[in-house]
């Protein structure tokens, strides 16, 4: 069997915080890079690198643009926008567009004995991988497609603000509006008949998740990340069909993640969510699942108000199950058909069990360049009347074989 | 009682009379399907050997991306990297895959003896980003290609061998495959036989062990990866070759969905207007055409070469059928006065010769599918040498020549046995009383001499018509061709007439010698077949003697060259250097550090690229005109009118031509053209036009330091070195070559020796057809005689019972056969004259742009005719004895 880049990346071990989705790919991230945590206490801050790359510090403070760019110094970065959309002709879509950062495996220009420096322009100091996915409602047609690319001439992620592209796919940040929200322009398709162009409007203030700007994902102090958000940026753009271009617009929620570490012991796939509710509010929750079917003591689940205000819940607090399933019939997996998450309200209080349930059972991820499936897609989310209430987007890992295994 | 209907009496025919005969002389019919099946082999297998030299030029790069929807190639040198972030810039919103390329060439190292030139495999390295490749995959092929590990990340495909299938762990590949420059995938074949996962290689002149990262997986959809190709990393190939920044080409690949062609042709539009003739926009196929386009001269003159042999072979063909209808003249007298119509009559005998084109197309296709295995090594070779790396190394049957060959040979048979059956045709009743009585000699036909003359002189008109001149440059004497056939033709049907003449001069001869006297009685008024059995002798005589004596004349004008251009000491390229494709360079570094050696009096540094001009492709030298001037003594064609061209400080913009670029270009000493560089057009004037048999695409030479400034390339192809003690050359060979293994250092004998030798070995295929003919030409006179005998044979019954000794009438028809090879023999070398002055000035300076000094190889020429003098005296001997035999009124 041949493994690839992802899977080889993988088998040095796996991060994946909360972003697992942020992928299998992300788990890159290099068991080499393992060290013995020193403690567990959640604020311990951990040693300034682990190898050569940077570790999530506590208190740090974010610039920008600066920030919102890329971070050589970690090893592993995404930026991560998922969103639903409306056309003119009223049809509902759902659209995933990820860019990944990971660095290389030695320091950039290091040439072999004897031989010319290798040029720049074919770079192995990085690779950036990326994913657009999009789901036509109306149809159920769901299309998705990969690239994998080096640092270079055809992918590059600029450092001093919000630039990134890969092939002809790209996030870029055109600066504040006239009304200071902060401004992106997302390009992307898939294959040659679907393209688009959309301008993404921050709503509500970035959010940086987790405890003191680090955001844990598992007990080896190391697995952590730096977790900023734009939970709700509105959209609109232009959507190409072939022929035929089409008016869009929608919500989408944005996630930009930096670290350089990994899955922790017995932690075997993640489950990950994000709801924009309609009456302005939003949350984001994810399990860490282990090897014994618990939940991870690292799981989190978080609201953001109306003005912003983001409160943090422990795993104790909130319940995420499955009801039914779907089964690939590509990979195989066995997903929830349904997923229900009963959450306490942003007091602490209890409060009601969210119905997450899929547009289109078949938002799979066939992971053919990573050679590890997922099921990323989009959910309308109901109260227990069966109001719809919100909007989501659901990312579900280790359901495709054991991924642990595959690592 | 059963109605005889027109078919079963042309059934009858076919088993009564032809068959059974084919039959009752198995053996002349099975030389007959013999001869024919010679010319058709001839024909085939140079057909099939040009067909897989051809087809084994690949663009390489089709066997990871299939085949690209177009490619960006620089008109001269390399494409700068820095292209691709115009390109991703400029097509920001294009849904496509730009693949950059690097190519290179190599070779495993030799054993540090000077060796043979091209005799060792070159391989084709081809540059990809590894990385990227996967998205091609998908954007294409999505079931095409295997994950990406299998570039990247994962452990090589199984093979045979276990040296190369047992790879690292593969957590550890990654790293290794894109940091280490040194791996790379090689075709399944190349990692079956090797005996370590490693790989050493002569890359650009430094000797490179390279690990083996994997096998080129193969995909349904792609092209299978040939014998000749390794696979690197591009940037790895760009460090391994000191190339870092440069590409060989951009191909691009649009993602599969509707309107893809539609699509393709507005990128190219786009292309077409963005680049603004900065570049070139070409394709796979037009890379493919290019190659055909450059060798099709090549290829027409061995396949005129393979016709002239089946041309012959058709002779033989008719004389045989001819033949045939004398010895069974008897029997259509009687089919025809038992009521058998005379167009009935010719159907049977044009079935008869279908069936004999047939059946000798058939074995012709056997023999010439064996033949191509052989002819393919030596077309492979010239190729090689002389166009582009091939590795070809077998030929298949194609369909499509098989067919054609096989129809060529019945059209041809039909043709051959069209006269004959009208013979045959036109036999009257009569003739069964008349039966036995030979056919009497007659004097020629009155529109044999006007005919010929008339052929002559149309040859000669002919010949002073220009050549075709195709698409890409290349040229084809279509007319000296024409020409050539007329000449054959004309001097064919003069020399028949000649015995009479010859005879009556030397009728004294015979003296009292009754079997000379005989002998020689059946010149002096020779029949129809013997003019035309002198007239295959006269065409392939002409034809042997004349590629003989362009051969010869090649031969000496090339060592003259060879004399007077390689007049330095030591000659130092890349010993990956094996071919006119070959990539292989020296480094700046190491040429600089030979340069400055002690014992070094004066150095040639000489650069080369391919350069497209707007009449097809050339090479472009960097050189030291200065050098050239003072250490070879240059063939002018046109010589220098002032001093310019050999200083450096003055010669910016001046260039020196091959007559072959002349003749090409059409360009002259004063005329001007415009170099497309890198650095923008540069205009640049002729100022000399010399002799050069190097190539026949043409070469251009400009000083080496305006071609290093323009194309920002330092690579050398070669050095040229002259002593201070030229003495002490081979000894300064063994030291540099010890001190840089990946280099070939050449003393000046030695490519002196090894220059003729690869010259050889292009016209090595010639001798085969030459013997052919001169084979198939005598075993025509051959079946003239028995003929003649056949018809004689009540004669030859008179002669015994006159007393004639079997060996009597031997010797008679020895000397019959000796004095119709002996005007055949004159004729086709007085032809020969002609063809070869036609072959050496028209066909060559038209087709190649070649002059060449004219120096017929009278000793062998003379041998020649001593051969076939020989050969017919032998022949006429043993069909005398035969004829001896024969009763009087035997029933065939």
């Given amino acids: 069997m041949s493994l690839s880049l992802l899977s080889w990346c993988l088998s040095r071990g796996s991060q994946c915080g909360r972003r697992g989705s942020a992928l299998l790919w992300v788990c890159i991230i290099l068991s080499g890079l393992a060290f013995p945590a020193k403690g567990t206490g959640a604020t311990e801050a951990p040693p300034l690198a682990a190898r050569r790359f940077a570790l999530p510090q506590p208190g740090r403070v974010f610039t920008f643009p600066a920030d919102h760019g890329s971070h050589p110094e970690f090893k592993i970065e995404w930026w991560y926008i998922t969103g639903h959309l409306v056309s003119a002709e009223g049809q509902r879509h759902g659209f995933q567009a990820t860019f990944f950062r990971r660095a290389g495996v030695t320091q950039p220009g290091n040439p072999a004995a004897g031989l010319e420096r290798p040029s720049s322009l074919f770079g192995t100091d990085e690779f950036f991988l990326a994913h657009m996915a999009w789901l036509d409602v109306g149809t159920g047609t769901f299309r998705h497609e990969e690239r994998l690319n080096r640092h270079g001439w055809d992918a590059r992620a600029d450092t001093r603000k919000l630039e990134v592209r890969n092939g002809n796919w790209s996030l870029k940040d055109l600066g504040p509006d006239a009304e200071g929200k902060t401004t992106l322009e997302l390009r992307g398709g898939i294959q040659a008949d679907l393209r688009w162009r959309m301008t993404l409007k921050a709503q509500k203030p970035l959010v940086v998740f987790g405890t003191n700007g680090v955001s844990r994902k598992a007990q080896e102090p190391s697995a952590a990340s730096h977790y900023l958000t734009f939970s709700r940026l509105s959209v609109s753009g232009d959507l190409q069909r072939g022929s035929k271009t089409e008016r869009v617009e929608g919500e989408a929620w944005m996630d930009h993640e930096l670290s350089s570490s990994q899955l922790g012991q017995g932690q075997v796939g993640w489950d990950w969510a994000c709801i924009q509710f309609f009456d302005g509010r939003e949350l984001m929750a994810y399990r860490m699942r282990r090897d014994d079917g618990t939940t991870d003591a690292f799981s989190t689940l978080a609201w953001i108000g109306k003005d912003g205000r983001v409160t943090q819940w422990g795993p104790d607090r909130f319940r995420w199950t499955g009801e039914g399933q779907w089964k690939s019939p590509r990979s195989g997996g066995a997903y929830p058909a349904t997923v229900l998450l009963s959450v306490p309200e942003p007091d602490g209080s209890p409060g009601p069990t969210l119905r997450l349930e899929p547009l289109c059972a078949d938002q799979e991820l066939s992971g053919g360049l990573g050679g590890v499936p997922y099921w990323e897609g989009a959910c309308r989310v109901r109260d227990a009347q069966g109001n719809e209430i919100g909007r989501a987007f659901v990312e579900m890992t280790g359901y495709a074989g054991n991924l642990r295994r595959a690592l | ?892």
């Fill in chain 2, 1 to 892: 009682m059963t109605e005889a209907t027109p078919q079963l009496i042309q059934r009858l025919l076919w088993s009564r009379v032809s068959w059974r005969h084919a039959r009752g002389a198995p053996w002349t019919t099975a030389l007959l399907v013999l001869t024919l099946a010679l010319g058709v082999a001839v024909y085939l297998s140079i057909r099939l050997a040009n067909r897989a030299a051809i087809a084994s030029f690949q663009n390489f790069t089709d066997v990871v991306t299939a085949e690209s929807d177009g490619i960006l190639l620089a008109p001269a040198g390399s494409l700068p990297e820095s292209l691709l972030l115009e390109l991703r810039e400029r097509f920001a919103d294009t849904a496509v895959h730009w693949v950059p390329v690097i190519e290179s060439t190599a070779v495993e190292p030799g054993d540090g003896s000077q060796g043979m030139i091209g005799s060792r495999t070159t391989y084709t390295l081809l540059g990809v980003d590894w990385v990227a490749l996967p998205n091609l995959a998908r954007a294409r092929h999505p079931e095409a290609l295997p994950p990406t590990g299998a570039w990247t990340g994962g452990p090589p495909p199984a093979v045979s061998n276990p040296a190369v299938s047992n790879p690292a762990p593969h957590d550890a590949e990654l790293g290794l495959r894109l940091e280490d420059p040194r791996r790379v995938f090689v075709p399944a074949s190349v990692a079956a036989r090797l005996k370590s996962p490693t790989l050493r290689l002569v890359i650009q002149e430094q000797l490179v062990e390279l690990t083996i990262a994997g096998v080129i997986p193969e995909a349904p959809s792609q092209p299978k990866a040939p014998d000749n190709l390794l696979l690197f990393d591009l940037p790895a190939l760009q460090a391994l070759t000191g190339r870092t920044g440069q590409l060989d080409r951009i191909e691009f690949v649009l993602p599969e969905g509707p309107d893809r062609s539609a699509r393709a042709a507005a990128l190219r539009q786009d292309l077409g207007a963005w680049m603004n003739g900065r570049f070139l926009l070409s394709s796979s196929s037009d890379r493919r055409d290019n190659a055909a386009t450059m060798t099709r001269a090549f290829r027409l003159n061995l396949t005129i070469l393979s016709l002239l042999a089946l041309l012959v072979g058709l002779m033989l063909v008719f004389q045989a059928l001819d033949g045939a209808v004398v010895r069974r003249r008897e029997e259509i007298a009687i089919l025809r006065s038992l009521g058998v119509e005379p167009e009935r009559i010719r159907r049977a005998w044009l079935l008869e010769a279908a069936a004999l084109g047939l059946a000798g197309g058939l074995l012709g296709l056997l023999l010439g599918w064996l033949g191509a295995q052989g002819a393919v090594r030596g077309v492979g070779q010239t190729v090689n040498s002389l166009y582009y790396a091939t590795a070809v190394r077998s030929a298949s049957l194609d369909p499509v020549e098989s067919a054609s060959a096989l129809a060529l040979a019945i059209v041809a048979s039909l043709l051959a046995g069209g006269w004959p059956a009208r013979q045959a045709a036109n036999t009257p009743p009569a003739q069964l009383i008349g039966r036995g009585r030979a056919q009497a000699g007659a004097p020629a036909p009155r529109w044999v001499l006007p005919a010929s003359l008339i052929l002559l002189v149309l040859g000669g008109a002919l010949a002073t018509l220009p050549a075709l001149r195709l698409p890409g440059g290349s040229r084809i004497s279509l007319a000296a061709y024409g020409s050539a056939l007329s000449w054959l033709l004309g001097a064919g049907l003069l020399a028949g007439l000649l015995p009479p003449l010859l005879i009556r001069r030397c009728a004294s001869w015979g003296g009292f010698s009754a079997p000379a006297r005989l002998g020689l009685s059946h010149l002096r008024q020779p029949t129809g077949r013997h003019r035309l059995a002198i007239a295959g002798l006269v065409c392939a005589v002409a034809m042997t003697a004349g590629m003989a004596i362009l051969v010869g004349s090649f031969d000496t004008t090339l060592r003259g060259w060879i004399e007077r251009t390689f007049m330095a000491d030591l000659y130092v390229s890349s010993e990956g250097a094996q071919s006119a494709s070959t990539q292989n360079r020296i480094r700046p570094e190491t040429w600089k550090a030979l340069v400055a050696e002690p014992e070094v009096l004066a150095a040639n540094v000489v650069q080369a690229l391919e350069l497209q001009l707007p009449g097809g492709s050339t090479l472009l030298f960097g050189g030291h005109p200065a050098f050239m001037r003072d250490q070879a003594r240059i063939a002018w064609r046109e010589a220098p009118a002032d001093d310019a061209i050999w200083d450096a400080r003055r010669n910016r913009g001046l260039a020196l031509a091959s007559e072959s670029f002349s003749h090409r270009f059409r360009l002259h000493r004063g005329d001007t053209l415009t170099l497309p560089t890198p650095a923008g057009p540069r205009p640049i004037t002729l100022v000399g036009i010399f002799s050069d048999y190097g190539n026949e695409r043409g070469s251009l030479v400009i000083q080496r330091e305006h071609f290093a400034e323009w194309f920002g390339d330092e690579l050398a192809t070669s050095l040229i070195v002259k002593l201070h003690d030229s003495d002490q050359a081979e000894a300064i060979r063994a030291r540099w070559k010890a001190a840089h293994p990946g280099l070939a250092v050449y003393t000046q004998p030695h490519l002196r020796g090894e220059a003729l030798r690869i010259f050889r070995q292009t016209f090595a295929i010639t001798d085969a057809l030459e013997l052919i003919g001169i084979a198939v030409s005598v075993l025509g006179l051959g079946f003239t005689l028995a003929s003649l005998l056949w018809e004689r044979r009540n004669d030859l019954t008179t002669l015994r019972a006159l007393g004639f000794r079997h060996s009597e009438i031997a010797w008679a028809t020895t000397l019959e056969s000796v004095l119709t090879a002996l005007v055949g023999i004159g004729g086709g070398l007085v032809a020969s004259l002609a063809l070869g002055w036609l072959l050496i000035h028209r066909v060559n300076v038209q087709t190649f742009g070649w002059t060449l000094e004219t120096d017929p190889p009278w000793g062998w020429m003379a041998g020649l005719s001593l051969a076939v003098v020989t050969m017919a005296a032998l022949t006429g001997w043993s069909i005398g004895r035969w004829g001896a035999a024969l009763p009087a009124e035997r029933e065939e």
